[in-house]
């Protein structure tokens, strides 16, 4: 499936994804591919994504916020302060704050 993530001042992550994990407002749930259509607020929290290889990713300054987690190189991490999730026919955007 494939992930943007997106702040007012620029696109944070972009790339396909095996899942993302996102602090909902009741609760963190996991979206997998060809999960249902679904649109949700978020709290602040940890977004976790899980990725199958990070070597077609740039840590570059603009993506800073976006970071590996440290005992799991596949998953990346980014904190939060509120947003919204859409999920749509396998593509997933997160717009955050």
Do not use: C, W
Not at 51 to 69: C, K, R, W
């Amino acid at each position: 499936m494939y992930l943007e993530i997106v702040s007012p001042e620029a696109t944070l992550f972009s790339s396909e994804v095996d899942s993302v994990v996102v602090p909902g407002v009741n609760g963190a749930f996991e979206m997998l591919k060809d999960h249902a259509a679904i649109v949700s607020l978020l709290k602040e929290g940890i977004i976790k994504i899980k990725t199958h290889s990070q070597s077609h990713l740039e840590f570059d300054h603009l993506h800073a916020e976006v970071v590996p987690h440290f005992d799991d190189k596949k998953v990346l991490t980014l904190k939060i302060k509120s947003g919204t999730v859409e999920m749509k026919d396998n593509k997933v955007i997160i717009l955050v704050d």
